[in-house]
């Protein structure tokens, strides 16, 4: 029986024994030029090739896996990194939009000491929704000491003035409408006439007598003569002159000074211009 169980596994006992043998001259340290490191030589020269193959493709998981990682994290760096410049984006907008509104305010207090007029600054927070009146509002009102028929200005000229005022809100009429009136004059012949809007766009001068000598490229200013606004202030440039018709008065475009579509910060005049009140002290 035992014969029989050693003859059919002897090669596998063989192997086994040899393997062993190997194995354990390797742990003794036998030395290498004894004859019993043949085995073990023989044994190392077999495994090399498949340490070698396993230790590659070790090596090539672990950089793998390392430039996974690596990418994971450049990823999340540059997410972070876009994150931080979208912000500095932001806040840098935020300065200049209020380096811009400190300027448009120093300007506006620079125009008030120039007037010489108690004014107040505004912002304009709305326009009128049809093309039919033309008009802004503005968010002061009566808490901040605005009255209807106050004059309106920007550093480019006028505006207009309040034709409506509530306690936080006002609404300015614009001076291209066409139910405004301003009394101005031409600068270079003094002139006089009455600017009003027109329908479709910019402004014309009324009451010209056709005998002025009123010419395009002229500068038109307010006279000071209606009790609103002060004398001397931008309204415009003479744009075209016609003296077609039989009319007694000139046919006058302007062209206006101010952008009304850019207005954003407004200077309200809270006390009547000094000629008026001269005027009026004078009485």
Known sequence: MRSTFLWRNRVLLTTSGLLLLALHLLSAGVKPDARAGVPAHALLEALAPGQRLTSSLVESFNGVLHGYTDLVRVREENLELRRQLASLESERAKMLELEAENRRLADLLELRDALEMKATAVDVIGTDATAVARTLIIGQGSRSGLRRGMAVVAMEGVVGKLIE???????????????SALDALDQRSRARGIIAGVIDDGLTMKYVDRSEDIKPGDTIVTSGMDGIYPHGLLV???EQVSRDGPGLFLNVEVRPAV?????EQLLVLTEKPPELQAAE???
């Open 165 to 179: 005022v509530t306690p936080d809100a006002s609404r300015v009429l614009l001076i291209d409408d066409h139910n």
């Open 259 to 263: 952008d009304f579509r850019r207005l």
């Open 281 to 283: 002290g004078s009485n």
């Open 236 to 238: 415009g440039e003479v």
